[in-house]
C-alpha cells in the first residue's frame, strides 16, 4: 500500500466516485471495506493519519459490554457480541480471546456476577468463545498473584476479546485496497459541493503534502469523522446544532510487574458507577478507563490530573502493588464520539452506545455513536444508506464472512509482536534477509527492529515518526521515554527511504517531541 499509487489511483479516475468517505478511523475504514468489497468506486479521505485519533485510543477490548447489560440494554449487547464473534473470525491474527476475572469482595457478589455472565455467554450464542465460572478464593489469587487478598472471598472468570487497534485500522486500510478501494491519509477534506438542486454531488480536498487542490465528484458522501462529524456537518448546514457529545477515557500503561499472568481483571462498579479495566497488552499492562464529558473535540486531548489519580487510587484497591506516577510508562486519552442525548442531566456514561446514520436534506450521510466492535455493522448499515441516496445499483454486504488483509489463525499474538503482520510477517523477514543489518533491534522493550521501520514507510503509508512510533508499532501507548530515545534513529531511517535530509529530520523530531509530550505524566 503506497501514498503515490493512490494518487495516481485518485488522478485517473475521471467518472465520479461511487462513494466518497471523509474520515479514516475505524468507522470510515470499515465503510471503506463495506464498500469496495460490495464494488463501488470508493474512496476515502483522511486529514491526519489512520486511527490517529479515537481509534488507536482504545482499551484495546473487543467486547459484547458487560457493563451494557447491567444497565439493560441488550439490544446493544446482542449486537456487539455477534460482531464480537465476526472480529475474531475474520481476523485472527490482530483479536484474540482475552480471559478476565471479576474479583468477589462481597459474599453476594458471587452469584450476581456468576449468574449475569451466564446470561453473557448465552447471548453470544455460536460465536462464544468461552463459558464463564466461578473461582474459589485460592484458584483467584492462583490466576491473579498480585491481587488484593484483603477481604477477597472469590471471583468470576469470562472471556472477551483483545485486540491492537491501530493495526486493525491499517489492515482494514489495506482491505479496501485489495477490493480496488483508495484510501489516503494527509488529505484534508475542505469543503462539499453542491449541484443547482442544493443536492451534494462531491468534496473539494486538498493533499496536505503537496498543497494541491482537488474537486472530487461523488454519488454518495458519507461524513465519518468521529468526535468532528459537526464539523463536516456544518460545511452543510452552518447553522445545524451540534449532535456529537464527545467523552474523554484515559488509560495508564505500566510494567508487567503489575499484572504478570496473562489474567486481566475487571471491576464492574467503580465508586463512581465506572468500569475499569487491567488489561496484559504487548507485554505491559493497561488501565483504564475514564468516563469524562468534554464541551469540544480535540486532535490531542490530555490527561486530567484527577483521571489520572482516580485510575492510579483505584487500581491500587485490587493489587498488592499500589501503582504511582513514577510508575506510568505512557498515559494516552481519547474522545468517544457519543450522540448527544435528547434533553439534559444524563452524564456520559448513561449515554447510549448505539450507532446512528442520520441523512440531510442534501444528501450528506453522517454516521455517529457506535464503538469499535461494532464497526463492521455501523458500516454495513451506512452504505446500505448510500446504496439509496446515491442511486447505486444494489449490491449485498459480503463482510461477514470477510477475512481482513493479513488474515492467519497460525500465529500466535500472546508471544510474538510480529502477529499483527499476519501473512505479510514472511515478507517482512524477507527484508532482513536480503539486509542482514535490517534485523537489528532500535529497541528490546518495545521491540522495535528496522525492518519494521522499512516496511512501514515501504508499504503501510507511514509518512512521520509519529505514524510510526503511534500507529505502525505502538511504542508511544506503551512506553513513551523509549519513544523519545529512538526517536532518532527512526527519522534517519524512514528519511532515508523516503528520500528526505536533515532538515526534515529535525522537523519531525520536534513535531513528535511535542506530540509525545501529552504521553508522559508531568511530574
Partial sequence: MKREKMLKRLKKQ?????????????????VAVDAASRGYKTLLLEQHDFAKGTSSRSTKLVHGGVRYLQQGDISLVL???KERGLMIQNAPHLVKNQAFIIPNYEWWDGPFYQVGLK????????????SSK????DQTVDHIPTIDQHGLKGGVVYYDGQFDDARMALSLAKTAKQFNGVVLNYFEVTGLDKNEEEIICGVKAKDLETGKHYNIPAKAVINATGVFADRVKKMDEPEVKDMIQPSQGIH????KSFLPDKYAIMVPQTKDGRVMFAVPWHNKVVLGTTDTMKERPELEPEAQEQEIEFILETAGQYLTKQPKKEDVLSVFSGLRPLAKPEGDGKSTKEISRHHKVMISQSGLITIIGGKWTTYRKMAEDTVDNAILIGALAERKCITKNLPVYGYDKNLDL??????????EKSQLLDLEEDKPELSEMLSESLP???????WAVRHEMARTVEDMLARRVRGLFLDAKESLRIAEPVAKLMASEMGEGQEWIDNQLEAFHEVASNYIIKS
Fill in 14 to 30: 475521471k467518472e465520479p466516485w461511487d462513494i466518497v468517505i471523509i474520515g479514516g478511523g475505524a468507522t470510515g475504514l470499515g
Fill in 119 to 130: 446470561v453473557y455467554d448465552l447471548m453470544s450464542g455460536k460465536l462464544g468463545i468461552g
Fill in 414 to 423: 500472546t508471544t510474538d509482536p510480529l502477529s499483527v503482520y499476519g501473512t
Fill in 134 to 137: 466461578k473461582l474459589s478464593k
Fill in 252 to 255: 495508564l500503561v505500566v510494567d
Fill in 448 to 454: 522495535l527492529r528496522k525492518s519494521q521501520v522499512v
Fill in 79 to 81: 449486537e456487539a457480541l
